[in-house]
């Protein structure tokens, strides 16, 4: 069975309270119970991560090697400089889709930038919290279609 991280970057624990007028009703919660319960449909396994520290997030990308078969990672404002996180994600061997639950390109310059795009087999933005879920699908058929 293969084994999915996702990965939540700062500020991401208060969706649902947090400017809802960008990210939309759905708690941290809603969406991680929503990718596993469609982990049990799709025969994977599914752990989320969230964290306000980048040091921590380095960490848990460094603990996945050789443990997860891809990840789903939405860094929130570490997208925009943590060379630190990218590069933790240049030794994970696995698809990685980045995640945004807003356009980025539609928002404040200092947002258009990602230094995780470079390292990201592929992305979702701007589609609201069902990106996750569009990441999931994404990253099961690469699986399956790796294997
Ligand atoms: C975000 C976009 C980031 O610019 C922002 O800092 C976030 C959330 C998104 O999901 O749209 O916290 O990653």
Same mark, same amino acid.
Do not use: W
């Given at each position: 069975?293969a ?9 991401l624990?208060?969706l +649902?309270?947090r400017e809802?007028s960008? @990210? +939309?009703?759905?708690s941290?919660?809603d =969406? ?6 469609k982990a #049990?449909? @799709?025969? %994977?396994?599914v752990e989320c991560?969230q /964290?306000?520290?980048e040091?921590? =997030?380095v960490?848990? =990308?460094q603990a996945a090697r ?7 990672i939405?860094?929130?404002a570490?997208t925009? @400089? /943590?060379?630190?996180?990218a590069?933790?994600?240049r030794?994970?061997?696995g698809p990685?889709?980045? %995640?945004?639950?807003s ?10 930038n990602s230094?995780? /795009?470079a #390292?990201?087999t592929?992305g979702?933005?701007g589609?609201?919290?069902q990106? @996750?879920q569009?990441a999931?699908q994404? #990253? ?5 279609? /790796?294997q």
């Amino acid at each position: 069975m293969a084994n999915i991280l996702v990965i939540h970057g700062p500020n991401l624990n208060l969706l +649902g309270e947090r400017e809802q007028s960008i @990210y +939309g009703k759905q708690s941290l919660e809603d =969406i991680n119970r929503g990718m596993v319960d469609k982990a #049990v449909e @799709y025969q %994977v396994t599914v752990e989320c991560f969230q /964290s306000n520290h980048e040091g921590d =997030i380095v960490d848990r =990308i460094q603990a996945a090697r050789g443990k997860f078969d891809a990840m789903i990672i939405n860094a929130a404002a570490f997208t925009h @400089y /943590s060379i630190a996180i990218a590069d933790a994600l240049r030794s994970f061997k696995g698809p990685i889709v980045e %995640v945004h639950i807003s356009n980025i390109y539609q928002r404040e310059e200092y947002r258009h930038n990602s230094v995780i /795009s470079a #390292v990201a087999t592929g992305g979702i933005f701007g589609l609201g919290t069902q990106g @996750y879920q569009l990441a999931l699908q994404a #990253v099961v058929k690469m699986l399956k279609e /790796s294997q």
